[in-house]
């Protein structure tokens, strides 16, 4: 929710904070599976494994390299983390994961670190297509208005928006307690539960980008606009400047 809250923000184009958020995860998911994990569904505490090797395999393979020193860099260093997971995954193994049937070892595990990075990288597709088909409803019911300089959002519908994230929010809560109820498969469980969050997720983010997008008075899209109205996609000058850094999508207007 607090990475949601600042999605429009400068705070969340800062790509150390960004990181922060994403692999927050990593801890979070490996002690609410050790507190929580109950013995008799699924080798109950023994679950740690799944979360610990699977976050860390995203946060490994994608979300360090969000950082901005690795373009400064030889593209030959980016295996360092790689190589560090895999061996802190065999050690772990090889040490401290027990394997699920006795007479296993804690190498017959190994292949659970496939888990989740399976289904995070399967919910940025889904989250991509939830994405790309909300902006397309957008622009087919908003039209030319998103073009027009003058064009302000009256505190009526400011409030109707603000009113739906809060509502989303809600609904994660209740969905949230209502889910321990669920019984079946862990893994079939927490996918569909991903999807759902995904899904609101998506939701929350449009309608954020309705409170807290750029202003229109002050700046104008560099991608989606330009690639519908060819005609407007004029050369930046010197005098426009970037709005946040080199992810933001939008430039200055000209003064």
């Known amino acids: ?13 800062n790509r150390y904070w960004r990181l922060l958020n994403e692999s927050w995860v990593l801890a979070h998911g490996t002690v609410v599976a050790l507190q929580t994990g109950d013995p008799a569904v ?4 023994s679950l740690w494994p799944i979360f610990t090797f699977g976050f860390g395999f995203v946060f490994a ?13 030889s593209p030959f260093f980016r295996i360092i983390p790689v190589v560090i997971f895999f061996a802190i ?19 017959s595990r190994m292949y659970e670190m496939f888990f989740i990075p399976a289904e995070e990288y399967m919910m940025l597709l889904f989250s991509w297509l939830f994405l790309y088909g909300f902006i397309r409803i957008e622009a087919a019911i908003i039209g030319d208005k998103r073009r027009d300089p ?10 109707f928006y603000l009113a739906g994230v809060v509502l989303i929010y809600a609904l994660f809560v209740v969905i949230s307690y209502v889910w ?13 539960f991903v999807f759902i969050f995904s899904f609101g997720c998506c939701i929350t ?15 104008k899209s560099s991608c989606v606009d330009c690639a519908n109205h060819p005609e407007d996609d004029k050369d930046v ?12 999508g939008y430039v200055t207007e000209e003064f």
């Open 237 to 248: 000058s010197d005098t426009q400047t970037t709005v946040g850094n080199e992810n933001s």
């Open 89 to 107: 995954v065999t050690a772990l193994c090889g040490t401290v994961v027990q394997g699920k049937e006795p007479g296993q070892s804690g190498f």
């Open 1 to 13: 929710m607090l990475q949601g809250s600042l999605i429009y923000t400068d705070m969340h184009l």
């Open 205 to 219: 983010v449009m309608l954020f980008k309705q409170i807290m997008g750029p202003h229109r008075k002050m700046v």
């Open 61 to 73: 393979f994608t979300q360090v390299f969000g950082l901005p020193f690795w373009k400064k860099i």
């Open 42 to 45: 699924a080798g109950g505490s």
């Open 180 to 192: 321990r109820f669920a019984q079946g498969s862990v893994m079939i469980l927490m996918i569909i």
């Open 150 to 159: 003058n064009y302000e959002m009256s505190p009526l519908k400011q409030a």
